[in-house]
């Protein structure tokens, strides 16, 4: 059984930084993209930012181009999302996920969530 966990959400003052964490534990089956997805109150989960294996090529959404850094640790298991200049439109729950590459939409392609970490940026 897959489970992915993420840490180091909080809050931050605009212009700040964060980096999120995510372990998986299970068998993730290769050749799955990792990312991150992020959802905002009353807003759709959006696509962050996804990494194909052995980091192949990387995805970006447009709103977090130049600013987030995605990139897995030595140990295949593990992810990361180095946060930059943080804006409060970047106020979200954010989830790590395993699925079909590119991964980068909401729906049937994503096959593995996480419970997701609340970031929160004050102006």
């Known amino acids: 059984q897959v489970r992915l966990v993420e840490s180091g959400g909080g809050s931050v003052q605009a212009g700040g930084s964060l980096r999120l964490s995510c372990v998986a534990s299970?068998?993730?089956?290769?050749?799955?993209?990792m990312g991150w997805f992020r959802q905002a109150p009353g807003k759709e989960r959006e696509g962050v930012a996804a990494i194909w294996p052995g980091g192949a090529r990387i995805y970006y959404g447009d709103s977090v181009k130049g600013r987030f850094t995605i990139s897995q640790g030595n140990a295949k298991n593990m992810l990361y999302l180095q946060m930059n200049s943080l804006i409060p439109e970047d106020t979200a729950m954010y989830y790590c996920?395993?699925?079909?590459?590119?991964?980068?939409?909401?729906?049937?392609?994503?096959?593995?969530w996480g419970q997701g970490t609340q970031v929160t940026v004050s102006s």
């Open positions: 996920a395993a699925g079909f590459c590119p991964l980068k939409d909401y729906g049937p392609s994503v096959k593995h």
């Open positions: 299970g068998y993730i089956t290769n050749g799955y993209c």
